[in-house]
């Protein structure tokens, strides 16, 4: 009982505004850095290093993009969910900054992983879209985000508006299983197994390297994003605060 | 019986012959926009609190945080030493809220109305209903729709409504809104016995508030300054 | 607690039966977004029985939708909902109560009008028989889905759209397998599957559904 008090006092402390800015400008350049150089170098070895495909070709070497795209696009609706869960039991305002931060990162993720997707599939299927399951889910993924980000924009007061957007992230990641597992079994009844999945049933060592760098790289750039956007967020949300004003005056 | 034992071990010691409402160290902002800032006060059985503001000082949603409605930026309430947040059930069943939203069905007869507001709490015969209406002068409208009746007739049923419900809290926000002098004379007499049967009431009101043989505080907002 | 939920449910109803174009506008737009399609495709047999399940069960996801208005907006413009937050009892049983008259007024006559639009639309006996079962199932989970998002925008002056961003992506596991499970017993498919995911689905959102709405409903509030 007592550990349990003092990990809250701890968190409670590090979550607090002030603590938060001081370490995330910290974090920021390295997290930047070390993205930059992982998308540098898994790009290098997935565009020119990774072996073709024997079956698409190089076209194929857009699910250096795309995977990672589609991976972090439901990472960090996971992310939100459990950060506005998070806000919403312990009150922790931080928390509601990282969901709400977050949310246009996601959606462009998404949007991403469903453009690159369907570029893919243009010399796939011959056309630029087509209802496979994974495309179709990541597009209903994508009204998932919009809706999140049209609520908060509609909610004047921001503190509501987080408190609203908690609970549609939580709803929301409660059913992307339910809409997910049932937009595959439609899909397969629809269309049977002659439509090839995008992903390949075994990957080569020399193409899942530069995939892992990439993916790494996708989530050290969303994290030093999420963390510059938090920052300016928590800077107007304590507007009223005598750190951001000394920091204001200093600058 | 259980609910009385979580009560009995949720007591700060020390604290255990504590009546009444406390508010302790309250902020409050609307947007970024600070309304007010560590208010704390106390009402004790049979005192009346008058809080007192200019236009957008934050009354009404003091009002609102008081009654559990809003969350303060920070601070407590408490209610006979128990925190309202947690014991929100039992909070409720010890306040009466009437806000600018009178909580009015206008397609219902005002018996309708209080008849189901009443569900929500303890039930009411029908005769209790009837000589409710009776009292704040409503005699002949039990069966009208409350969309013909007039603002202050509305507000007259809310006024039953509040009477029949036996609640020790009364927090009524601008309550006086629409009533005709003998409408408000009425309420006051109302509050008058409320108070002398140990309740406790808090307002706002542009109107003065003049009562026998009980306490009226008066809140400034949004400097929390309590004068009595 | 029980009273509670008898009390509202009888108030809600009573206020239902005052205003009959609350349970007649969702079943007159059901029947006239259903007859659009023939005019707009074609009044063919066979096209009309292949697209039939599926829009019939669009139409009544959009009218079940479109209803959600009635279920807090003017609790909440005239102060109800207010008071109903402040009841002693637990706001999620008020809220399923709630969640029940909304069934009763707009789900349950779309059940009932169901086999005359599926007869128009030339379904089999039997398709439309599953089409019933699969409303039966099927418009609870809309209503108390919706209640969710009516509730995170019951506060917004023009929330109607936004309702619609909000709750449409969650009703599709219901169109997919309800539709399908009509289109499957016109082709003479089995359709338990799709009938069991509905009843586990209907389960599941009637046991978490109340509670996330009355969180919705206490945020929308403040």
């Known amino acids: 009982m007592n550990i349990w008090k003092s990990v809250m006092k701890f968190i409670y402390h590090f979550a607090s505004p002030k ?50 795209a589609a991976w972090m696009s439901m990472f960090v609706y996971m992310v939100m969910a459990t950060s506005g869960a998070i806000a919403l039991i312990w ?53 998932l985000y919009l809706g999140f980000m049209a609520l908060e924009s509609a909610i004047e007061d921001p503190r509501a508006a987080a ?41 080569h060592i020399s193409m899942l390297i530069p995939l892992l760098l990439m993916a790494l790289g996708f989530k050290l750039y969303y994290a030093t994003v999420v963390l510059m956007r938090a920052r300016n967020k928590v800077l107007y949300a304590e507007q009223n605060n005598g750190w951001v004003k000394a920091i204001i005056k200093a600058q | 019986m ?88 039992e909070y409720n069943e010890q306040i009466a809220f009437m806000g600018h939203k009178l909580g009015i069905k206008l397609e219902l007869t005002p018996v309708e109305n209080i008849r189901s507001h009443c569900e929500l709490s ?18 002949g409208f039990e069966e009208m729709y409350c969309n013909q009746l ?13 009477m029949l419900t036996e ?40 109107q003065d508030v003049n009562l026998e043989n009980c306490t009226t505080k008066y809140l400034q907002l949004p400097s929390g300054e309590i004068t009595i | 607690m029980y009273n509670a939920f008898l009390s509202l449910l009888k108030r809600d109803l009573r206020l239902a039966f005052r205003h009959k174009s609350e349970i007649l506008n969702p079943l007159f737009f059901f029947v006239i977004v259903v007859t659009l399609f023939p005019l707009g495709i074609s009044p063919e047999k066979q096209t009309l029985a292949e697209i039939g399940p599926g829009i019939i069960w669009v139409a009544a996801l959009l009218a079940s939708m479109l209803s959600l ?42 059940i009932l009008f169901s086999p005359l639009l599926g007869t128009v639309m030339f379904l089999s006996p039997d398709a439309i028989v599953t089409l019933m079962i699969t409303l039966l199932l099927g418009t609870p989970i809309l209503s108390l889905i919706g209640a969710i998002g009516m509730a995170l925008v019951v506060a917004l002056k023009r929330g109607g759209m936004l309702l619609s961003l909000l709750v449409l992506p969650l009703y599709i596991p219901v169109l997919i397998f309800s539709a399908n499970a009509v289109g499957s017993s016109m082709a003479g498919l089995a359709i338990s599957g799709q009938l069991y995911f509905l009843a586990a689905f209907m389960v599941f959102c009637l046991t978490l559904a109340p509670i996330a709405t009355s969180a919705a409903l206490r945020v929308s509030l403040e």
């Open chain 1, 19 to 68: 603590h938060f800015y001081r370490i995330s400008g910290k974090l920021i350049p390295w997290f930047g850095g070390l993205a930059a150089i992982l998308l540098i170098v898994g790009s290098i070895d997935g565009l020119f290093f990774a072996p073709v495909d024997y079956q698409q070709g190089d076209s194929y070497r857009i699910i250096f993009i795309h995977v990672p």
């Open chain 2, 122 to 139: 303890i039930p009411r015969t029908e005769q209790e209903i009837l000589d409710a209406l009776e009292k704040v002068g409503l005699y």
């Open chain 1, 91 to 143: 009150k922790i305002k931080l928390a509601d900054v990282v969901a709400s931060s977050s949310a246009p990162i996601g959606a462009a993720f998404t949007l991403l992983a469903l453009v690159t997707g369907s570029i893919w599939g243009k010399p796939m299927w011959g056309a630029w879209w087509v209802w496979d399951a994974r495309l179709t889910s990541e597009l209903i993924l994508l009204f």
């Open chain 2, 150 to 162: 007039s603002a202050g007739q509305k507000r007259r049923v809310a006024l039953a409504q509040i």
């Open chain 2, 167 to 206: 609640t020790r809290l009364w927090i009524l926000d601008e309550p006086f809104t629409s009533l005709d002098v003998v409408g408000i004379g009425f309420f006051l007499k109302m509050i008058q016995q409320h108070v002398d049967n140990n309740g406790m009431v808090l307002l706002t009101t542009h």
């Open chain 2, 2 to 89: 259980s609910q009385e034992k979580k009560h009995q071990e949720k007591i700060p010691l020390g604290q255990k012959n504590i009546k009444g409402l406390f508010v302790s160290h309250l902020t409050c902002e609307r947007g970024y926009r600070e309304l007010f800032k560590d208010l704390s006060f106390e009402l004790s059985p049979g005192q009346i609190l008058h809080i007192k503001g200019e236009n957008g000082t934050g009354k009404t949603s003091l009002l609102r945080i008081l009654a559990g409605l809003a969350l303060p930026v920070s601070g407590e309430v408490s209610f006979d030493g128990y925190d309202c947040r947690k014991y929100r059930s």
């Open chain 3, 69 to 110: 208005d009635s279920l807090f907006r003017s609790d909440f413009e005239d102060g109800t909902l207010e008071l109903m937050l402040l009841s002693e009892y637990p706001l999620s049983v008020m809220v399923l109560a709630k969640i029940l008259v909304h069934w009763l007024i707009t789900g349950f006559p779309i």
């Open chain 1, 163 to 203: 408190r609203a957007c908690a609970i549609l992230a939580i709803v929301g990641v409660i059913n992307i299983p339910i809409i997910h597992y049932s937009v595959e079994w439609w899909n397969t009844l629809h269309q049977g197994a002659t439509v090839t999945k995008l992903d390949t049933p075994s990957i």
